[in-house]
């Protein structure tokens, strides 16, 4: 039988705002982009706050941090929690941070009940999981799970031509052990909604099924050329007239399908007020939990692309650009946060992760589950991120009540 | 009676091809820039070529060419016929040109012939028709017309900074006559029609009733910017989906009223691939030959574009940016056209022109007409450009019989 503790939500926003100091911006953000001064110090202030809790704090070659909380078998291999300590350039005070500093709560909580879990703890920090200084992003997560090298990670270069590898050490944070070396029982990370499901819906926290599929495209539509004032409406292949039509199709597919459909780039070429446009170029990214269902959502979109062109007499082009299929999360562990948010009456519900998260790389290498935050409109990567003491304390909460339901399992 | 002349098609052709050298491109075209030493050649060449005939030539503070052929009552004012001898950066040989040379193959015909008209003729060649190396366009026409001033027009600078003024006084074509001090009592215009209509429904020449009234807007509509992964599709407020809903719409209307709706540059804010744009920002180009017609499409427009954005939640703004009203051509010299064609069996039909012309400026003041002459595939402004032969002359044949019947109603 479990012991009942209770997370402390006060102690945990305290160090929420405490931490949202190192870097913070005028507008109430973060700005720490990942291995800049300010990493630096929130990561030392990372690994003294979790060596007062007693854990022994491990850096690897990514620079990955890994603070182990002994437990009674020490040949179980530790269960995880974390997430990231980077920002946005102009990032908020809860994506990424509330993962590791809900760790961090839930390795007090222990702490103070003095509480010796079956299976050591671990609490991770992620390297550069934004991607916003060095691209790609989340890849500290991705060398770990063996998705990227580290010569890979090392060669990268920020904008005034410094390499990730360089950065790692000129901070302090090149540690020496193999990322993915330390292998996990399961991973359990806290991240805030990042979009306006919870929030419509007015509930607390999410049980995080799995991360969407997502397929990116480049897409063209060549018509023909020709003068805004000369050219009768039914002589026109008018590329433009095409794009619109495709554009609502392609809407109408997501919909039918229960899927995301988003053309967030678009231009009319050669772009002048009375020419006909004679190409169109936009990007496609198109998303569901399914990979088969993604599949066709995108044959059916390329038929629209198809037919919308044929119909003005235009070609059309289509090419892929990313391709980065479903990760569903583990049953195991989801039951377990499920059973948490019923534990605690919490209103929840089921959702998919429309983004990337660390996460979505630990579940190539063990059994993984998010737990998912109401954040204000779904607002992220901007300085008014917002999220409430008593939701990030639920999050926190399930997110201990979870691990030691699976700790406990034996 | 009239004279039964006859125009003779390989001397128009010929002048057609021996000035295409004058700033002849490799592919073709011309490359004859208004107020370049080429401009200066071909004016050099008119002047002379008129001259030749009798004419005296008469040149205004604008750089507009006037070649007088006398008349039996030389208190009439002239029926005059134009067009202009410069052409775009990669022009063809046909846009303009063909409505000076046209009206220089009439004077051949008639000195050959040693017809005398009542009323005196003149051929003008106007200044700046393109308007490609000093904006705006029509400008010679603009100031005989009293729409431009002679001193917005000489300070008009080029891409080297040389002002439109110092050009014309460079190239020896600044002239002492005030423009518009030189009244007609009509004027006739021969262009190709730079459309594809007279192509398509394989006719040579069309009688043209006027110039289309134009509209321009700025449009944009206002959504919100939110995360392609993470926004569900029913909470979005995605410009984008709206811009094309309202872009299938304009389309329909254009359609529905007979007139014609390009949207030719449209840009999506911010412009990520995984950003579902919050703004959308596009031109809209409205033609109708009828204003009222042309102002009710305006306003379906944009009714379409309020619908469009409200159903996302978007908001809407569409300023004009230019508002050029119709411009209907003289009844008595349509008719005098219309005639011709029949008198010559030619196969031809009423056609509205889409583009300007500085038959729009002389309509302003005296009474005015055109004649197009199919062009291969509505092609222009562009070094591939083609006319027939027989069409060309067909034009020159028709402005010959016009004008000698306009010239005899006495």
Redesign the interface.
């Known amino acids: 039988m479990l012991a009942n503790l209770t997370i402390d939500s006060r102690r945990l926003w305290d160090m929420l705002m405490e931490t949202a100091a190192i870097g913070g911006t005028p507008k109430g953000g973060i700005r720490r982009l990942s291995l800049s001064d300010e990493d630096r110090r929130v990561r030392d202030w990372f690994r003294r706050e979790c060596e007062a809790l007693g854990c022994t704090v491990h850096i690897d070659t990514a620079g990955n941090m890994y603070a182990i909380r002994p437990g009674k078998d020490m040949s179980r291999k530790p269960i995880a929690m974390g997430s990231h300590l980077d920002t946005q350039p102009t990032g908020g005070k809860f994506d990424g941070v509330l993962g590791v500093l809900g760790g961090l709560e839930v390795l007090k909580t222990l702490h103070q009940a003095g509480y010796e879990t079956n299976s050591p703890l671990c609490l991770v920090n992620w390297t550069n999981e934004e991607g916003a200084r060095f691209s790609p992003s989340m890849v500290g997560s991705a060398v770990y799970a063996g998705a990227y090298t580290q010569a890979q990670m090392d060669a990268v270069t920020d904008k005034d031509g410094i390499t990730q590898g360089a950065a790692l050490e000129s901070i302090g944070y090149r540690g020496a052990e193999k990322p993915g070396a330390l292998a996990f029982q399961a991973y359990f990370e806290i991240h805030i909604?990042?979009?306006?499901?919870l929030d419509?819906e007015n509930l607390s926290v999410g049980i995080v099924t799995g991360i969407?599929a997502?397929k990116?495209f480049n897409c063209t539509i060549t018509g023909r050329e020709?003068?805004?004032?000369?050219?009768?409406?039914?002589?026109r292949r008018?590329a433009?007239?095409a794009?619109?039509?495709a554009?609502?199709e392609i809407?109408k597919i997501?919909?039918d399908h229960g899927g995301?459909?988003?053309?967030?780039?678009?231009?009319?070429y050669p772009?002048?007020?009375?020419?006909?446009?004679g190409e169109m170029r936009f990007?496609l990214?198109m998303?569901h939990h399914a990979d088969d269902v993604l599949k066709t959502m995108v044959t059916a979109a390329k038929i629209a692309i198809a037919e919308a062109a044929t119909g003005h007499d235009a070609a059309y082009d289509v090419q892929p650009?990313q391709d980065s299929p479903a990760q569903p999360f583990d049953a195991t562990l989801i039951a377990a946060v499920r059973a948490a948010t019923e534990k605690l009456g919490l209103p929840s519900r089921e959702i998919t992760?429309?983004?990337?998260h660390d996460a979505m790389y630990t579940a190539r290498v063990c059994p993984t589950t998010m737990i998912f935050v109401r954040c204000a409109e779904?607002l992220?990567?901007n300085e008014a991120e917002s999220a409430t003491l008593e939701d990030c304390g639920n999050g926190a909460q399930v997110l201990l009540e979870a691990v030691l339901a699976y700790d406990a399992r034996g």
Chains 1, 2 share one sequence.
């Open positions: 909604e990042q979009g306006p499901i419509e969407q997502i990116w020709s003068h805004a004032g000369t050219t009768p409406m039914a002589y008018d433009l007239a794009f619109a039509e554009a609502g809407r997501a919909i995301l459909a988003t053309i967030g780039i678009v231009s009319a772009g002048s007020p009375n020419i006909i446009p990007t990214d998303r650009l992760s429309g983004a990337g779904g992220s990567h």
